[in-house]
Nanobody
């Protein structure tokens, strides 16, 4: 199971850090991702981190967002800086362990101009 937290309301230019805690013992063997879904839009991949700590980002997040993981805490983070109104969405964490997929419940991020 995945439990996401850290969402909230901020003004443009602000920062938030999302956290996603995974239960169980397979976290270190899982690739982790953050997705988001804005109202009326499809869910999109925001950032991902592999078991080897390689990262990738959607173009709109590059330079502003940082994904990281702490295997000792079974936690993946998404540090979001310089937030823009278009970052407003529900953010979901996702885990893939050898093809087994799990989704967190989502945390809402609202950025006002």
């Amino acid at each position: 199971q995945l439990q996401a937290s850290g969402g909230g309301s901020v003004q443009a230019g602000g920062s938030l850090r999302l956290s996603c805690v995974a239960s169980g013992s397979i976290f270190s063997g899982s690739s982790m991702r953050w997705y988001r879904q804005a109202p009326g839009k499809q869910r999109e991949l925001v950032a991902g981190i592999t078991t080897g700590y390689s990262t990738n980002y959607v173009l709109s997040a590059k330079g502003r967002f940082t994904i990281s993981r702490d295997n000792a805490k079974n936690t993946v983070y998404l540090q979001m800086n310089s937030l823009k109104p278009e970052d407003t969405a529900v953010y979901y964490c996702y885990a893939n362990y050898n093809g087994r997929e799990d989704w967190g419940q989502g945390t809402l991020v609202t950025v006002s101009s």
